[in-house]
């Protein structure tokens, strides 16, 4: 696990589990987080999976990693080896608390089994939309299925036979006894398993039926001897029936306790697995590692560090109170991160070329560049250095305004690690616009300090023309246009930001990132961090921009309708 250097909490959810082990009633705390194998985890994930583990270790318990494999119609091997792999990339580890619903498909028999027995489920023969069309409305009661009177003996008979494979999937169900007339509308009689021809990624074809979510995910709980299961506000209606199961399969008390929290909403994204999938089909976004979707694979290829994302999962707190975390934020703990360690270097986006009337034209030297100025222990590098050089072209203005202190005519500015240098004169393209300038320098100012002590207000970042090796950038923005894309009730791919990606290619970077392998994280200055991304080709890297410089960047820019300043 991540340390770091957060006060100790005291939400509503650890006061609780003090609460537990000073009355006894819990000895030691055991949680789990319980993924879904259908899918790759996302940011939202990331709260409970840090939330799991971390108030397992605070309290001197354990946590479980446990896969509610009970859906074989959308589970595969693939995501559970991902999950399993997100997670470890998170900081954590279960050790060999390692388990599956599927565990215990044959123990869940025996209790549903035991359920109908006792009178407590019966086997419907209802299809699953008249079920739903007789679930009745918040101030309508449901209407009883008419097979609920049978007989114990005959509901047994035929669930043995429902395992044994007689029926067609969609045939018969096994429903709880409970109460259609329920204010809790998941307390109307809830399946609680069905017929399913599909092979398991586990279990292969040894069960022709299944268990539903509600009726495994208690249970499990119940024999991992889970003291806390911890879950999102959308199962808060389900408590009812959480207890009830456990109730009704005669768990010995202390019983595994459902609390629910509110989940890790961040602005500006969508994070349904449904919806998530359907810009993956519909060829939205690259896939699910595309680094504009908040799935943990995609922040990990944009180059997220484990630790910024622990830490805002922590510091985003505890609350049943549901609201939305900025995405700001998560990206300010990114920065946080990446500034420590994060090596510099020098590139150019919109390259302009320079040339430097008065320097030898055959010459070239190495100059020293500083490797992190946060960390000492980082060192130094050589970068070389010649006569033509690329800048940014937004670093030069022809006829600039006051306060703007870059390149211009007659003006001396330094270049970063190099000379000061004077811009003596301007070539135009056909077009009119700025094709190259033309420079002297100041031979005595190397390592960009005047002797005489001049004071220069301006420092550009630049690459050798010469040395320089071409890559492409891949820029970001959120995905969507508003903070909330589902809040207008329309269709959300409506609210799709049309420049969520801009491709810069080339792009011209010092000679030392090339070969790079991919994950490498590094700043380029001025421009923001970037991660080597998994497409690079030898002599050809590929960079996604992990986050800009400065959260301002992205709010003048729009102020301004154009690209953020780049000084």
């Known amino acids: 696990m991540s340390e770091d250097a957060e006060a100790p909490r005291n939400d509503f959810l650890r006061k609780r589990v003090r609460e537990d082990l000073d009355s006894g009633r819990v000895q030691t705390v055991v949680t789990r987080f319980p993924p879904e194998p259908n899918g790759y985890l996302h940011v939202g994930h990331s709260q409970n999976i840090a939330l799991n583990f971390d108030l397992a270790a605070e309290f001197g318990g354990r946590c479980h990693l446990r896969f509610d494999d009970t859906n074989p119609l959308a589970e595969s091997p693939e995501f559970v080896a991902a999950q399993q792999e997100d997670i470890r990339w998170l900081g954590y580890d279960w050790g060999e608390h390692l388990y599956f619903a599927s565990n215990y498909f044959e123990r869940l028999y025996e209790t549903a089994c035991h359920l109908v027995r006792n009178g407590a489920a019966y086997v419907c023969d209802l299809s699953s939309e008249e079920i739903e069309a007789r679930r009745g409305t918040l101030t309508q009661p449901g209407e009883p299925s008419p097979y609920r009177t049978r007989s114990a003996e005959e509901n047994l008979d035929l669930f043995q036979r429902m395992r044994a494979g007689e029926f067609p999937p969609g045939s018969r169900v096994l429903r709880a006894r409970i109460d259609m007339a329920s204010p809790v ?7 609680l398993y069905r017929v399913l021809d599909a092979p398991h990624h586990r279990t292969g074809a040894d069960w022709p039926i299944y268990p539903l979510y509600d009726f495994a995910h ?4 119940a024999f991992e001897g889970i003291t806390h299961s911890i879950c999102t506000l959308e199962f808060i209606d389900r408590r009812p029936l959480y207890e009830w199961v456990l109730e009704q399969a005669e768990i010995a008390e202390p019983r595994p306790q459902q609390i629910e929290v509110a989940p890790l ?3 500006g994204t969508v994070m ?10 519909d060829g939205l976004v690259a896939g699910w590692d595309d680094p504009r979707l908040p799935t943990l694979r995609g922040m990990r290829r944009r180059g997220y560090p484990p630790e910024a994302l622990c830490r805002f999962a922590r510091t985003s707190g505890v609350s049943r109170t549901i609201g939305f975390s900025q995405q700001s934020r998560l990206e300010h703990e990114v920065r946080a991160e990446l500034n420590e360690r994060a090596p510099r270097a020098l590139g150019v986006l919109r390259p302009l070329r320079v040339v430097i009337d008065n320097y030898p034209e055959d010459h070239e030297e190495d100059l020293v560049a500083v490797n992190n100025p946060q960390d000492e222990a980082a060192g ?23 306060k703007f202190h870059r390149m211009a005519p007659g003006r001396e500015v330094r270049l970063r690690f190099a000379y000061l240098v004077t811009c003596t004169d301007v070539v135009l393209d056909d077009d009119g616009e700025v094709a190259e300038v033309h420079c002297t320098y100041d031979p005595e100012t190397r390592g960009g300090d005047a002797p005489d002590g001049r004071k220069v207000r301006g420092t ?11 890559a492409e950038a891949r820029l970001y923005a959120p995905l969507f246009q508003s903070d909330d894309p589902l809040a207008a009730g329309d269709d959300f791919l409506d609210d799709l930001n049309p420049d969520s990606l801009e491709v810069v290619d080339p792009v011209w970077v010092e000679p030392g990132l090339e070969g790079l392998p991919a994950g490498t994280q590094l700043q380029l200055e001025r421009l923001g961090y ?3 991304d998994p497409d690079s080709q030898p002599g050809r890297p590929v960079l996604d921009r992990t986050v800009t410089l400065r959260d301002t960047w992205s709010k003048i820019a729009a102020r301004s309708g154009g690209n953020p300043p780049q000084g």
Do not use: C, G, Y
């Open 265 to 267: 909403l961040v602005t």
């Open 530 to 532: 970037f991660t080597v």
């Open 380 to 402: 130094t590098r050589n970068v070389p250095f010649s006569r033509e050089l690329w800048i940014e072209r937004d670093d030069f203005m022809r006829d600039p305004p006051k």
């Open 460 to 470: 550009l970042h630049w690459v050798s023309a010469r040395h320089a090796v071409a």
């Open 218 to 221: 208690s249970l499990s709980d």
């Open 272 to 281: 349904s697995k449904r919806l998530l999938r359907r810009l993956i089909q």
């Open 185 to 191: 509308l998941p307390m109307r009689d809830p399946i």
